[in-house]
């Protein structure tokens, strides 16, 4: 099977940064997608940032500017810089992976979601 695990969390003031780590890890073909997500209490859950298999980013405006999303593809481990960070950031952040893992006699799909860490940003 496949596990992912986010780290990196905490208690910041406003204007801090904060680094969120997710790690992969099982018998992993292909990682194609990871993304970050955010849910705020009594909100639904948004896309933050993700990357493609190609690099290829993406941000909603809310966090454009601010937070940068990279991977480490040796590492199967994605990581959202979050800088300026604002109470409004406050939420869990919730890493996804899509790709291929390695069956018994066969690659399959999968995806993925880590159990979140708790980002908290006060003024």
């Known amino acids: 099977q496949v596990q992912v695990v986010e780290s990196g969390g905490g208690l910041v003031q406003a204007g801090e940064s904060l680094r969120l780590s997710c790690v992969v890890s099982?018998?992993?073909?292909?990682?194609?997608?990871m993304g970050w997500y955010r849910q705020a209490p009594g909100k639904q859950r948004e896309l933050v940032a993700d990357?493609?298999?190609?690099?290829?980013?993406d941000y909603p405006d809310s966090v454009k500017g601010r937070f940068t999303i990279s991977r480490d593809n040796a590492k199967n481990t994605v990581y959202l810089q979050m800088n300026s960070l604002k109470p409004e950031d406050t939420a869990v952040y919730y890493c996804?992976?899509?790709?291929?893992?390695?069956?018994?006699?066969?690659?399959?799909?999968?995806?993925?979601w880590g159990q979140g860490t708790q980002v908290t940003v006060y003024s």
């Open positions: 990357i493609g298999s190609g690099s290829i980013t």
């Open positions: 996804e992976a899509r790709g291929t893992r390695r069956g018994t006699v066969d690659v399959l799909p999968f995806d993925a």
């Open positions: 099982g018998r992993i073909f292909s990682l194609n997608y």
